[in-house]
Every structure is written in structure tokens, then in C-alpha cells.
């Protein structure tokens, strides 16, 4: 017979081991690299319909606290394709919206599903889950970060850039966001250079900032950011829950909308990439998103294929 206690230290044994995906210092940049080249064989297999299904019977649960297409399409899809199932959970629709606290949700829905991933707010609230939960987090967009997007990023780099990590170069343009924050993270995990220009007020994390020492260059100046870079990207000026600042923000932001001269500063081969939702006209033009130099609908497909493959990484499914 299991004891009360036996049961307890099983299940704080299953949580010291498990792995989450909170952040991209979550991983190696060795581990990062292997994901995106997994990332590469999903797209590809995909393409030649020889996808393999890794992940039978696996369930994964999103939880949204905020609104998504890319995220939710893709992670949903994405288990699908890899024969697992994934379950939408609102906060408006089940017991966290009515006050339930993270730390018992997280033992319940954990005892239930293989992994789990949420859209949140506050970044304390994804660590909490994690701390609870005995199977893998991913987080899908905080305040702080959004390293899920960063993978289909980096994966689209490379496709886009045909150099190693360390010689490229990226401008990051607007709002010094939860998205900068993740540009940062992946600048220090594989070394490239990474150009900032945000207004003194809307810098991104300073702790990041310092860990990056030389290899980011901050600056108000959007037009010096881009200067000969390979990668040229931005984000909205209103991020989700920042509704309320909207005529602020777009008077703050108004000299940091990327059209085609400031393309033209960039490499003759640059990239502009963008998270989407782009509000046209705002942080970038109509020109520029539909332009040759635009590989933002790639960087969407992308989220598909790098999320599957950090899902078979957390679950231990990758081939070999
Ligand atoms: N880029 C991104 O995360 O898009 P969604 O908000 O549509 O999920
Ligand atoms: N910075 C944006 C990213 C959306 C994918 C937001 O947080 O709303």
C-alpha cells in the first residue's frame, strides 16, 4: 500500500527533476541549437508529409490570461501534429478566473496532463506554476518575456542569415519590451550583436542589459540601430494590458516606426521581422510588411515547428 508520505516524496522528487521553459536561460545554448535543428526537420517532414508522432497520448494545457492566434493555433496544432492533444483553458472559464490559487491549480492540472503552458501577466505567476507543477512549464508570453517566440525567431534568423549567430547583427526598434527582454536573453545565450533604440524611458530590463555588456549597443537613435544589420525588428507600441496608455504611447514612440529609409540603412540583405499582431502605420509601414525584406509570415510559421520541438525536448522525445 502507497503511503500518504511516500506519495508526497515521489511527487517532489518528479518536480525537482523536471525541466520548464520560462525563459531562454532555461536551456544551453547548446540545447537552444538543438531545438532549432529539430525545429528544421519538423518543417521539413511537414512540407514531405513524413511527419513522425512523437508525442501519443501526451495532453498539454494552455492556459490564457490574454488573448492569442499565433500561440494558440500553433501550440494546438502543434500537439496535434505530434499526436497528442492540447485543451484551451480560459481564465474566464475555469476556477482561476474565480480566484482558485495558482499553487493548487498547478498540483491539479499537472496530475492531469503531461505538460503545461500559459499566457500570463505577471512573470511571478509563471514561476509559482512551475514551482507547483510536477510536469513541464512553457511560458507563452509574460510582462517580462516571450522566449516561445524567440525559438521561431531564432529559427527564422537562420534560415535568413547564412553565418553563425556570432557574426550577426540585429536592431531591435521601438518599445523596450517583454519582447526586447527575450532579444536580450537570446543575445547573451548565442552571442550575437544586438542594437537597441527605445526612448530613455522605455528601456528593457537593466539586469539584462548588464549581463549582455558589449554585445548590446543602447541607444535613443532608431536610424543608428539599423546601421548595416542584418535583422531588423520591432513590436507593437501597446502590448497587451497597456490599452489605457494608447494616445501616450503612440505621441512617445512616433520617431520609431520602421519604414523603408530606415531599411535602406540596413544591409543590403536585411531581414525586417515582427512578432505580429502589426498595427500598420504604428511601429511599421504597410511597404515594409509587405516588402521582399519581410519575413514576418515565415517567423509566424515558425512558432508551429520550434514549439514542436521544445515540446519533444521537455518531454524527452526528440529522435536520436
Ligand atoms: N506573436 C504572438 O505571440 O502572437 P499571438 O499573440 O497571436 O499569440
Ligand atoms: N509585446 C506584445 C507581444 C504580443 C505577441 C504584447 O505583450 O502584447
Not at 41 to 67: D, P
Not at 263 to 277: I, Q, R, S, Y
Request: proline letters at 2%; glycine letters at 4%; one cysteine or more.
Amino acid at each position: 500500500m502507497t503511503s500518504l508520505s511516500t506519495t508526497k516524496a515521489d511527487t517532489n522528487q518528479r518536480t525537482a527533476t523536471v525541466r520548464h521553459f520560462l525563459s531562454l536561460f532555461d536551456l544551453s545554448a547548446a540545447e537552444i541549437i538543438q531545438i532549432l535543428d529539430r525545429a528544421d526537420i519538423l518543417k521539413q517532414q511537414r512540407e514531405q508529409g513524413t511527419l513522425e508522432r512523437t508525442c501519443v497520448y501526451k495532453n498539454m494545457a494552455m492556459i490564457f490570461e490574454k488573448s492569442s492566434t499565433r500561440t494558440r493555433v500553433s501550440f494546438e496544432a502543434g500537439m496535434a501534429e505530434l499526436g497528442g492533444h492540447a485543451l484551451f483553458l480560459s481564465s474566464d472559464s475555469t476556477q482561476l478566473g474565480r480566484g482558485e490559487p495558482i499553487c493548487d491549480s498547478a498540483r491539479v492540472i499537472s496530475s492531469m496532463v503531461d505538460v503545461i503552458m500559459i499566457r500570463t501577466f505577471a512573470h511571478a505567476t509563471v514561476e509559482e506554476l512551475a514551482a507547483f507543477s510536477s510536469v513541464p512549464v512553457i511560458n507563452a508570453l509574460t510582462d517580462y518575456n516571450h522566449p516561445c517566440q524567440l525559438l521561431a525567431d531564432l529559427q527564422t534568423i537562420r534560415q535568413q542569415c547564412d553565418k553563425p549567430f556570432e557574426e550577426i547583427s540585429v536592431a531591435w526598434i521601438g518599445d523596450g519590451n517583454n519582447m526586447c527582454n527575450s532579444y536580450l536573453a537570446a543575445c547573451i545565450q548565442l552571442g550575437f550583436q544586438l542594437n537597441i533604440a527605445t526612448p530613455k524611458t522605455h528601456q528593457p530590463d537593466q539586469e539584462l542589459i548588464q549581463k549582455a555588456g558589449n554585445k548590446v549597443m543602447l541607444t535613443t537613435d532608431a536610424k543608428l540601430a539599423c546601421q548595416n544589420v542584418d535583422i531588423v525588428t520591432t513590436d507593437t507600441w501597446i502590448s497587451m494590458g497597456q490599452e489605457d496608455e494608447k494616445a501616450q504611447r503612440r505621441e512617445i514612440f512616433r520617431d520609431y516606426l520602421v519604414d523603408s529609409t530606415m531599411m535602406e540603412l540596413a544591409d543590403n540583405n536585411a531581414t525586417f521581422l515582427h512578432c505580429l499582431p502589426a498595427y500598420r502605420g504604428e511601429e511599421v509601414t504597410d511597404e515594409v510588411m509587405e516588402s521582399t525584406q519581410s519575413s514576418v509570415f515565415q517567423q509566424a510559421e515558425n512558432r508551429l515547428h520550434a514549439q514542436k520541438a521544445l515540446i519533444e525536448f521537455l518531454l524527452n522525445k526528440i529522435p536520436n
